[in-house]
């Protein structure tokens, strides 16, 4: 996926904050992890689905490296 498609993802995630959207990103028909937009506190959250950890992000650019980063792992 590129950086472009994950940004405008994200953007998207945060304009529609008030319809509770949940992004889901897989690698081999695996799970890999989601991302919300918190409109409460502003962030995004990524959640590792294998051990629920949650990460919050404030800047779209730091999300998007998470997730990009995510995917390569």
């Given at each position: 996926?590129?950086?472009?498609?994950?940004?405008?993802?994200?953007?998207?995630?945060?304009?529609?904050?008030?319809?509770?959207?949940?992004?889901?990103?897989?690698?081999?028909?695996?799970?890999i992890?989601?991302?919300?937009?918190?409109?409460?506190?502003?962030?995004?959250?990524?959640?590792?689905?294998?051990?629920?950890?949650k990460?919050?992000?404030?800047?779209?650019?730091?999300?998007?490296?998470?997730?990009?980063?995510?995917?390569?792992?």
């Open positions: 996926m590129s950086s472009d498609h994950t940004l405008n993802m994200l953007e998207t995630l945060k304009y529609y904050c008030d319809s509770q959207i949940t992004q889901t990103f897989s690698t081999d028909k695996q799970q992890i989601s991302v919300c937009y918190l409109k409460n506190n502003q962030s995004f959250e990524i959640t590792y689905t294998e051990t629920n950890i990460k919050n992000f404030r800047y779209i650019e730091s999300a998007a490296e998470e997730i990009e980063k995510a995917l390569r792992n």
